[in-house]
């Protein structure tokens, strides 16, 4: 049964958003969810023909869209990041990841009976994580901060090295194929390299200069990329993947060009094409043979018990990681967004060549070696983890979102109590401050897509949303809800209910509980810090409790954080607020000297 064109495609996207929606919901890959759709809508019901139903159409669809993935993937590379990821990652995506790419292409060859040059574009293309399954994963197993920063790098790094590999590897098997010299190769090569890199220089220069203004930039990178893909092909045949792939480098790392509204408005457009794309990749699957099943959970063993623990044994040479680490780094590679698109789209061209034969069996075997690699470790790296005593206990850290003085002190007071905390907020000039301050920052709002690729919550489990615009406060507090959990995510109010007349303050407390109380806002806290009130951290015994500390403080004394004798964090909130008892330390804000003083001559 098929249905009419604008129905099918308008399916999709409602799919793809319940498959990404479900995602989110049960903290796993995207990925999973969305071949698995277009596995029922395809091969099993036969609902959805993507050749029928597209036509001529769907190769060059399926072109572009990898094209614009592959340029969002590539953005991230920071070349000036590289020197401080140190050994064991620099491992990982070199020398270890061509270890990876020769063994997987070895299996292929040996278990699955493909030609050697199909076998090793099966390499390149399987060789690499990725941070779209990588952070997901991370933030269930929650491992220690040395293997989720490895895991958390590699991912970010091989991404757009690893589309660069199989680009490559694919421009040397057509250019072989087809008769073509060596010189037609390089030529291919050069020219990808040079018109990647020439358009990224023009983007930059106009962006730079401020002659595209704010609202047309993300269409004019759109236009930049597309363009430059299709010209390139239409120069050299099958150049364009190389010049998208090296535009985005090229562009993320150039000086004093701001492209972060772009590579927000790439991160939105690449959810919305990899949650159709994938279910119409995944239609076209005919039902692999039993043979060619078992071929590749073959494949996936060898790439899941011999590949990656060579590969991390080879990179961590010489590192300070112990063995436990090393083992659960070993067990988590899932492969994501760039082996499936563009194992897809190799797959279409190749079948095209003359005696391409295996082609047809490339796909299959890398969605498989997906789905194995997603489902298995996400099942069970907790679990294995655990075992190996190398993963995070209950998180106690703290997100702050903001990062004025009313942010810094609140920040400070708890990082000097031990707990890890990290201040996140995009405004440059207050972070820079928390940083020279000695405190962990991050540039950028944590509720983008960038933050979920690059934000380290190791050991993080509350958010305080603390800046000075309501509006993005109530977004990231739904945002990490889903994270940490209502009971731990705290909202300080901007306007009090007589300021606003309820409505803002109802609409914050819907989303979040009030830090402190309903009544303190952040003007009220930061007028506070401006007259001399501080923060102070005590421990309370049975000798000097509560009622002691108070009467040397003064009434007015404001608990903010209590840590009992388990070192868990109480946060003080409007529904639970915090009651000292012995052997906890109590972090409040007390007024100045002057003014207790003048409160006891009061009494």
């Given amino acids: 049964m098929t249905l009419e064109l604008g129905l099918m495609l308008a399916g999709m996207l409602g799919i793809g958003f319940l498959a990404q929606w479900l995602a989110w919901r049960v903290k796993l890959p995207a990925i999973l969810f969305l071949l698995l759709a277009g596995i029922v809508l395809g091969p099993l019901t036969g609902m959805l023909e993507p050749d029928k139903l597209l036509g001529d159409l769907l190769f060059p669809i399926v072109s572009l869209s990898v094209a614009l993935i592959l340029f969002e993937g590539s953005l991230s590379l920071r070349f000036h990041e ?8 620099r491992g990982l995506v070199s020398y270890g990841a061509i270890v990876a790419l020769l063994m997987l292409a070895a299996a292929a060859h040996y278990v699955a009976g493909l030609s050697w040059e199909i076998s090793l574009l099966f ?3 399987t060789c690499v994580t990725g941070p779209t399954v990588i952070a997901p994963m991370l933030r269930t ?16 790094v091989i991404d757009p090295l690893g589309a660069l590999f199989a680009v490559l590897a694919y421009e040397a098997i057509v250019s072989h194929r087809q008769g073509h010299t060596i010189g037609v190769f390089l030529f291919t090569v050069i020219c990808g390299a040079a018109l990647g890199a020439l358009a990224a220089w023009g983007l930059g220069t106009l962006l730079r200069r401020q002659l595209i203004p704010e609202y047309l930039q993300n269409y004019g990178a759109l236009a930049a990329v597309l363009l430059a893909f ?15 792939t090296i535009m985005g480098i090229a562009l993320g790392n150039m000086r004093h060009v701001h492209i972060d509204d772009i590579l927000d408005f790439k991160e939105h457009l690449t959810t919305l094409l990899v949650s159709t794309l994938f279910i119409l990749l995944a239609a076209r699957l005919q039902w692999p043979s039993l043979s060619m099943l078992w071929a590749g959970f073959v494949v996936f063993l060898i790439a899941q018990l011999i590949v990656r623990p060579v590969t991390v044994f080879v990179a961590s040479l010489g590192s300070s990681l112990t063995w436990r680490e090393r083992a659960l780094i070993a067990w988590v590679a899932p492969r994501g967004i760039v082996a499936a698109s563009v194992s897809a789209l190799f797959a279409l061209r190749l079948s095209k060549l003359d005696n391409m034969s295996g082609a047809d069996a490339l796909v299959p075997l890398v969605f498989i070696l997906i789905i194995g690699t997603v489902v298995l470790q996400s099942a069970t790296s907790r679990t294995l983890g655990m075992w190996l005593k190398v993963v995070e206990p209950e998180p106690r850290g703290v997100l702050v979102f903001g990062s004025d003085r009313v942010a810094r002190v609140l920040a400070k007071a708890l990082a000097d ?3 890890r ?25 944590p509720a983008s897509h960038y933050a979920e690729r ?27 809800r889903q994270e940490f959990g209502h009971s731990k995510v705290f909202l300080l ?26 009544a303190m806002t952040h003007g009220k806290l930061d007028e506070l810090l401006q007259q001399g009130w501080r923060t102070k951290s005590t421990k309370i015994t049975a000798t000097f409790g509560w009622s002691h500390f108070v009467a040397q403080y003064g009434g007015q004394t404001m608990p903010l954080f209590g840590v009992d004798e388990k070192g868990d964090l109480r946060i003080a909130s409007a529904s639970r607020p915090v009651e000292p008892k012995a052997g906890w330390t109590v972090i409040t804000l007390v007024p100045p000297v002057e003014a207790v003083a003048a409160a006891d001559d009061a009494v």
């Fill in 82 to 89: 590289l020197p401080d990821i140190g050994h064991v990652v």
């Fill in 230 to 244: 299709s010209i390139s092909n239409a120069i050299a045949h099958e150049s364009g993947l190389l010049a998208v």
């Fill in 417 to 419: 109590a031990g707990f």
């Fill in 421 to 445: 905390v990290v201040i996140a907020d995009d405004q440059w000039n207050n972070v820079r401050i928390a940083r020279m301050e000695g405190l962990s920052t991050f540039y950028g709002n």
């Fill in 141 to 156: 197993v929650r491992p220690n901060s040395r293997i989720a920063n490895v895991l958390r790098w590699e991912g970010i």
């Fill in 454 to 480: 690059n934000l380290d919550l190791s050991g993080i489990g509350h958010l305080l949303a603390m800046s000075t615009h309501s509006e993005r406060n109530s977004l990231v507090s739904v945002h990490y």
């Fill in 493 to 518: 109010r901007n306007l009090s209910d007589e300021e606003s007349a309820g409505r803002a303050a109802t609409a914050e407390a819907t989303v979040a509980t009030a830090l402190i109380s309903d």
């Fill in 123 to 125: 390499g390149a293309l």
